[in-house]
């Protein structure tokens, strides 16, 4: 479905004196297959953001390139962003029906079950910024999946989430898995990411550690696995 061949990307800095030159990503590889949940996980800076961002298209990689298995794949994906980048004086009603415009598959039947889905409905017509922060979440949620995309990328949807809303998202990727969509997401929440993921591809540093399967955490779990992988305490 979504393959990332040798992606790397650098940023470069320019000063009066000297120039900076910061690798974000350096020749990363994965393969994402169809109706596969693939997980991302690193510390903060570690280049998760910067990957997905390059799947999606918001990025240009340095170099390396990004293939998808389906034609006008850009009409497919739903993206959901770490933080909520509408205006905040707009409503969640007039943010939706304005995607209408841009995705034709988008109808008020999906736009209403994913507001039910996450108990937004009762707030249509208030502004985001009368909103939590939980609030902001589940809302990022609804306008990444009311167009029934196949393919759903997301990056930290857990952050920000309190106990019921983490159970919403959660019970949320179930339902999306079970209905074979593909799903790239990427989390601090290493209980929830091994028990989500069908692959879990751990980032350090911008570079591609290794790639877990399912079931291959091993008994001391994703966390100790995780910690021991990155070095942690050596050269972190």
Excluded at 49 to 61: D, E, H, W, Y
Excluded at 130 to 136: P, R, V
């Amino acid at each position: 479905m979504i393959s990332c061949k040798n992606i790397s990307k650098t940023y470069i800095k320019k000063g009066f004196i000297s120039t900076e030159k910061f690798e974000a990503l350096q020749n990363v590889s994965i393969d994402i297959r169809d109706k596969e949940v693939f997980s991302i996980i690193g510390l903060n800076g570690a280049g998760k953001s910067t990957l997905i961002s390059v799947v999606i298209g918001i990025i240009k990689p340095t170099s390396g390139s990004v293939e998808f298995g389906i034609q006008n794949y850009r009409e497919e994906i739903g993206y959901m962003p770490e933080i909520v980048n509408f205006p905040l004086n707009l409503t969640p009603k007039s943010i939706l029906n304005s995607m209408k415009f841009i995705y034709p598959q988008m109808n008020d039947k999906n736009i209403n079950y994913w507001l039910d889905k996450v108990n937004l409905q009762n707030v249509t017509k208030k502004p985001l910024k009368t909103f939590s922060k939980g609030m902001l979440q589940r809302f990022n949620l609804v306008q990444c999946l009311a167009h029934d995309p196949q393919i759903v990328v997301l990056d930290e949807p857990f952050s920000g989430l309190d106990p019921i809303g983490r159970k919403v998202f959660f019970d949320t990727f179930i339902d999306l898995k079970n209905s074979g969509k593909t799903i790239l997401f990427s989390s601090h929440i290493l209980n929830d990411v091994e028990k989500i993921s069908d692959k879990i591809a751990i980032i350090h540093k911008g570079k591609l550690i290794k790639v877990l399967n399912k079931g291959e955490t091993g008994e001391s779990g994703l966390t100790e696995l995780f910690i021991k992988s990155i070095g942690y305490g050596s050269s972190v």
